[in-house]
């Protein structure tokens, strides 16, 4: 029986709807690009134990590390396209989404007070008011930078009262202890190791004015790979138990990859909570206070709904698709 053209078309026709219905599976990422930092001890516990390059051997997805020194390197490399997840605190990531950062906020590797104002134990200097028209160290777009940027407005005085001098964190110690600057917006371990090695002084605390130590994923990655990235936070909540299981365990790995003595690591430690990985209102708290303290401080457009953007970041679904 011959078929006629009109129902060869039709037929065609329903085909080609039927298979544009059916959703098209990405293809699996060759590797999956990650960093580490000291200032995120669980990501060395991951790459020290390999504990990702198990999870995805039978997949053959190769891991690739990437060391970053501070929250402005992490997401440097997440807007280019070089890090599919990277480590920064909570107030950074804010202000990377603002600055047009396609990122998703997505767990939480620790709550730190691993920020202060720092200044050499022989300094006259005091008090924050006492920094005005002083050069200070900082590290631009991290958690140190907004710590300065709140202490100072706290203060009644801005960034145009001092003289900032940008330097990567470990650079900013140097700079302290050469007397190149008289203040350094410091940042665990090399605040601690400031303390420890060379008298310095914390003249300036405010732990709640610390935002938390988080992990971002590209929007773009994410979209394509739901399953992989519950899969890598099912592999960090592996490792933040394990950190807090084995503590004498995780400052050894701090002591080997940061070539510190012990006294500073277990002063950094000391001051770092890993209770919980889960994401969601305390940490978008801490994030939306910073986020207005630095409207207030005329670094951000005094239009933008703060809230509005750091809900839009934090994406909890993945974490709570794992228990985190």
Do not use: C
Not at 54 to 82: P, Y
Not at 233 to 245: D, G, N, Q
Request: aromatic share 6%; no cysteine; proline share 4%.
């Amino acid at each position: 029986m011959s078929t006629s053209p009109a129902l060869t078309r039709r037929a065609f026709g329903a085909a080609a709807l039927a298979a544009l219905a059916v959703p098209v599976r990405a293809a699996a990422p060759a590797e999956i690009r990650i960093d580490w930092a000291t200032y995120n001890p669980v990501s060395l516990v991951l790459r020290d134990q390999k504990l990702l390059e198990q999870e995805f051997a039978k997949d053959g997805i190769t891991i690739r590390w990437v060391q970053s020194a501070g929250s402005n390197k992490a997401l440097e490399f997440l807007n280019a396209g070089s890090l599919d997840f990277g480590s920064t605190a909570g107030a950074a990531a804010l202000v990377a989404k603002i600055n047009g950062n396609p990122l998703k906020t997505i767990y939480v590797y620790s709550r730190p007070e691993w920020t202060a104002l720092v200044t050499m134990k022989d300094s006259p200097i005091k008090q924050v008011t006492d920094l005005k028209g002083q050069r200070v160290a900082v590290t631009r777009g991290t958690d140190p930078h907004i710590f300065l940027i709140r202490a100072l407005a706290g203060a009644g005085l801005s960034e145009k009262d001092v003289k900032l001098v940008l330097l990567q964190h470990a650079d900013g110690r140097a700079a302290l202890e050469r007397g190149d600057v008289v203040a350094w917006a410091g940042l665990d371990p090399m605040m601690a190791a400031a303390e420890v090695e060379s008298g310095a002084r914390l003249f300036y605390r405010n732990a709640a004015a610390n935002t938390w130590g988080v992990l971002n994923v590209r929007e773009e990655f994410a979209t394509a790979n739901p399953d992989i990235v519950r899969r890598v936070l099912a592999t960090y909540e592996k490792a933040r138990k394990w950190s807090l299981e084995h503590p004498a365990d995780l400052k050894a790995a701090l002591v080997t990859a940061t070539k510190l003595p012990d006294a500073v690591i277990a002063l950094q430690l000391q001051r770092t909570e890993m209770s919980s990985g889960h994401i969601g209102e305390k940490q978008a708290e801490t994030i939306v206070a910073a986020g207005k303290a630095l409207q207030e401080a005329g670094v951000l457009d005094s239009s933008l709904n703060i809230t509005a953007i750091t809900n839009g970041m934090i994406d909890p679904s993945y974490g709570n698709a794992i228990g985190a």
